[in-house]
């Protein structure tokens, strides 16, 4: 497969998004985002020991992930799906229309689609059809770990950048909600419609890293630092101790589970 091409393609299709407004630098960073996936997608390619055809799969998965950004950004001004469109979906008929390199398979393109359909899904059925585990799971870890780096970049900035990376959400420094706080505490999974702080999304990043798929994703992720900066930024009370003081041990535990 000829990975370049498809680089091209996607960087091509991005540019042609861009109109000299301060609005590409939003189109910029979503191209920026997806090249980042790409390559996280390659290290849990390379840490999982994947080949051939499967590891092909995941990686035009990740780079097409988020095709659906551009158009929805041309034509809604916002990537907030619930006020405009399911960028995922939106992503597979963008796919479909366009002229895409290379000779592959009509049944490998639609494992992609599915994938970069399933990429924003809440949670995935255990009984998706094999063919398909991989290239949704490696996306989606691939694509977490860039949104880490995304946001732990945009608070470290004081005053944060911009709002368009955290929701508009209320910027409270000692404030989140029970509900997320719990949903964490207890491993399961956040709801976007309970988050209201700032802090909540933080929170929300912290059950991320249980439900990193591969071994390879958590690593990844713990190599970064990601857990610790992500507590360094949340405010330092007890709960949120006792929260670090649950999460770490099963992290640790989850890293050192035979694969
Ligand atoms: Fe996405």
């Known amino acids: ?25 939003f189109i910029t960073l979503k191209l920026e985002h997806s090249l980042k996936v790409l390559e996280n997608a390659e290290q849990i390619i390379a840490g999982e020991g994947m080949t051939g055809d499967e590891a092909d799969l995941c990686r035009l998965a990740a780079l097409y992930h988020d095709i659906g950004r551009f158009p929805q950004f041309k034509k809604y001004k916002t990537f907030r799906d619930r006020e405009s ?18 000779a592959l398979p009509a049944g490998h393109w639609k494992i992609v689609r599915l994938a970069v359909a399933m990429h924003n899904a809440k949670a ?89 798929h591969y071994q390879t994703s958590l690593s990844l992720a713990k190599a970064r630092n990601y857990p610790e900066q992500l507590f360094s930024l949340l405010p330092d009370d007890d709960k949120i101790r006792r929260l670090r003081d649950t999460i770490y041990p099963l992290l640790h535990y989850k890293d050192s589970r035979p694969s």
């Open 85 to 102: 469109v399911n960028h995922a979906r939106l992503g597979v008929l963008t796919l479909r229309g366009l002229p895409l390199p290379g």
């Open 124 to 212: 995935i059925r255990p009984t998706i059809p094999a063919a398909l585990v991989a290239p949704v799971m490696v996306v989606r870890d691939a694509d977490k770990l860039d949104i880490f780096r995304v946001i732990l970049e945009h608070f470290s900035n004081d005053p944060p950048s911009s709002s368009a990376v955290t929701l508009n959400l209320v910027n409270e420094p000692d404030d989140y909600s029970e509900a997320v706080y719990q949903a964490v505490m207890n491993a399961g999974l956040c709801d976007y419609h309970d988050m209201r702080y700032v802090n909540d999304f933080k929170l929300l990043l912290v059950s991320w890293l249980y439900s990193l």
């Open 1 to 25: 497969m000829q990975l370049d091409s498809h680089i091209k393609t996607l960087t091509e299709f991005a540019n042609s998004h861009l109109d000299g407004s301060d609005d590409d630098q």
